[in-house]
């Protein structure tokens, strides 16, 4: 049943994703504008959240058809399955980006939340900061030096990162 309920929160933050989205400026010159990448995040979100909750539900009718076949009233029953942090995780690291990185910049929080979801997956202490770091710049040169878009600069080092300029 959880699945249901991520697949269902997933559509939601896609619907939302895309309405934000679509707030963005329009660039005149261009075919495409800032909300192209969203909107495609979005409609992601919704396509993978639909697969997930209708494929729970399938699981699902077909367990109580079994168990409707079944003529034993004392089926075992499994313990309830604990909530992991790899599943609760990523949702809160972009709940956190969108938070943070006004306050500290784009650069420094995806590189906090690429070396914690790295450690969640167990990897050595040294690979997940090393690959944080060098990843997380990369991303942030990327996206805003060659597709220009801009990345919020955080105001924790004075609005500017001396090793972006």
Known sequence: MRDVFAGIGFMIAGVVTIITAQQFPTLPSLQYGPSLFPSLVGGGFCIGGAVLTLNALWQRRKVVAQELHEESTLAATSPPEKISWAMVLPPVAIVFYILASDYLGAMPTITIIM?????????????ALATSLVMSSAIYFIFSH?????LPQGVLLGGSLPWTS
Not at 115 to 127: A, D, G, Q, S
Not at 146 to 150: E, G, H, K, Q, V
Request: avoid cysteine; aromatic fraction near 16%.
């Open 115 to 127: 070396f914690l979801l790295m450690l969640l997956r167990k990897t050595k202490l040294y690979v």
């Open 146 to 150: 060659y597709l220009l878009i801009p």
